[in-house]
């Protein structure tokens, strides 16, 4: 698994980006992917998840209603569509991959996902 992600950049508060989430593997569908940022001086948090079978998700409470997280089997990429953007959303955002089993709401800690892309940065100015 390799994950590259993209799509991070400025944007005004209440503006919209989409974050991607390109897997250069085979095994793509295999996995749990996830979401997470981390603001400078802050430890990473979960932001999204979604299961293989794409057919839960799992949101925090502070993103719940404004992101949307989605997976193209075909494209072997994940995207975060992120609406009604805050300041305090800025971080960098980083996907992850997860080949554990279990339900959605347990993938929500660093340690539960096994590989992780570089990073995007996401600021948003007000």
């Known amino acids: 698994v390799q994950l590259q992600a993209s799509g991070g950049g400025l944007v005004q508060a209440g503006g919209s980006l989409r974050l991607s989430c390109a897997d250069s593997?085979?095994?793509?569908?295999?996995?749990?992917m996830g979401w997470f940022r981390q603001a400078p001086g802050k430890e990473r948090e979960f932001v999204s998840a979604?299961?293989?079978?794409?057919?839960?998700?799992n949101y925090a409470n502070s993103v719940k209603g404004r992101f949307t997280i989605s997976r193209d089997i075909a494209k072997n990429t994940v995207y975060l569509q992120m609406n009604s953007l805050k300041p305090e959303d800025t971080a960098v955002y980083y996907c992850?991959?997860?080949?554990?089993?279990?339900?959605?709401?347990?993938?929500?800690?660093?340690?539960?996902?096994?590989?992780w892309g570089q990073g995007t940065l996401v600021t948003v100015s007000s």
């Open positions: 992850a991959a997860s080949g554990r089993g279990g339900s959605i709401v347990f993938f929500t800690t660093p340690p539960r996902f096994d590989y």
């Open positions: 593997g085979r095994t793509f569908s295999s996995y749990v």
């Open positions: 979604i299961t293989r079978n794409n057919i839960s998700v």
